[in-house]
T-cell receptor
Framework: DAKTTQPNSMESNEEEPVHLPCNHS???????IHWYRQLPSQGPEYVIH???SNVNNRMASLAIAEDRKSSTLILHRATLRDAAVYYC??????????????FGKGTKLSVIP | NAGVTQTPKFRVLKTGQSMTLLCAQD?????MYWYRQDPGMGLRLIHY???????AKGEVPDGYNVSRLKKQNFLLGLESAAPSQTSVYFC????????????????FGPGTRLTVT
């Protein structure tokens, strides 16, 4: 799987928007961009994913650069419950690697009341 | 729905002992996975299964065996535990990759914290 680069940690004030960046300069044309998050002492949970176009769901928005070499996860209004480690993951859509999610160290988001 | 459940939640083993971790899902998912997470690290795939009776190796399979005798269950076995296997183990499940009507989303269990002394 292609590598992703994320900041180790970020802080946000409660009820403000949060932009979590991810660089993936070696992304291939068949790689999907996935975001998961892991709350303390829990298993990861799916947040959002996309291929080329920006995506929105009830949890977040995903903005993908035109060249696909970077993406940004946007939480529109951070709450204390959003404090977690956020993982940006590339998943190949074909072959044996398509089954695998390769988790890096992610970005630890702290939300300040 | 209970989603993905794992038993036990905690376990302490002595070096050389064996044990089996059980994962169960009630979402009728075809695919199931076992990951391990070491302190301060991301998850690494141990083994996975794309259907009942099938298993395949992931990134770090050595020292582990798995079985998928029933669609809803995926067992992870440690035949001779070593301190290097001290970790938190997560099970996950998902729909098949071939389905285009649902996102390729893996649903994770709460984890099993294993300590090998």
């Amino acid at each position: 799987d292609a590598k992703t680069t994320q900041p180790n940690s970020m802080e946000s004030n409660e009820e403000e928007p949060v932009h979590l960046p991810c660089n993936h300069s070696t992304i291939s044309g068949t790689d999907y961009i996935h975001w998961y998050r892991q709350l303390p002492s829990q298993g990861p949970e799916y947040v959002i994913h996309g291929l080329t176009s920006n995506v929105n769901n009830r949890m977040a928005s995903l903005a993908i650069a035109e060249d696909r070499k970077s993406s940004t996860l946007i939480l529109h209004r951070a709450t204390l419950r959003d404090a977690a480690v956020y993982y940006c993951i590339l998943r190949d859509s074909y072959g044996a690697g398509s089954y695998q999610l390769t988790f890096g160290k992610g970005t630890k988001l702290s939300v300040i009341p | 729905n209970a989603g993905v459940t794992q038993t036990p939640k905690f376990r302490v083993l002595k070096t050389g002992q064996s044990m089996t971790l059980l994962c169960a899902q009630d979402m009728n998912h075809e695919y199931m996975y076992w990951y391990r997470q070491d302190p301060g690290m991301g998850l690494r795939l141990i083994h996975y299964s794309v259907g009942e009776g099938t298993t395949a190796k992931g990134e770090v399979p050595d020292g582990y065996n798995v079985s998928r005798l029933k669609k809803q269950n995926f067992l992870l076995g440690l035949e001779s535990a070593a301190p290097s296997q001290t970790s938190v183990y997560f099970c996950a499940s998902s729909y098949p990759l071939t389905r285009t009507d649902v996102p390729y989303e893996q649903y994770f269990g709460p984890g099993t914290r294993l300590t090998v002394t």
